[in-house]
């Protein structure tokens, strides 16, 4: 079964929430900034769907998070949020291929 449409913001409503996987669909629209409010989630995987846009500057509250993966998804833009790329916690981020998407240099 292949899910179609944008992300909810009511997503962000689910404050227990830990793992968001939901790739290899066809998932269009904009990351909802409201997926900053899933103060559990530890894996964020929406790779290879049809998201547009940049990355969320609101992720970067999310204490817990330990992989991100967006990759394959060709209208992703800009630039992840330093404090969220260089964050101690975060162990996989993997977001450039099959985007326009770049990482900051951390310090």
């Not at 904009?30 to 530890?42: E, F, H, M, Y």
């Not at 790779?47 to 969320?56: A, C, E, M, Q, R």
């Not at 394959?72 to 630039?79: E, F, K, R, V, Y």
Request: proline share 8%; net charge negative; charged share 15%.
């Amino acid at each position: 079964m292949e899910l179609s449409g944008p992300l909810v913001p009511q997503l962000g409503n689910l404050p227990n929430l830990q793992y968001l996987e939901v790739y290899n669909n066809t998932i269009n629209g904009t990351i909802p900034s409201a997926l900053g409010n899933l103060i559990q989630l530890v894996s964020l995987d929406l790779y290879d769907n049809h998201l547009t846009g940049d990355i969320p500057p609101e992720l970067r509250k999310l204490k817990n998070f330990r992989f991100l993966r967006l990759y394959d998804n060709a209208g992703l833009s800009g630039i992840v949020p330093e404090d969220l790329a260089c964050s101690q916690n975060l162990k996989v981020v993997e977001v450039t291929e099959g985007t326009s998407v770049t990482l900051p240099t951390c310090p």
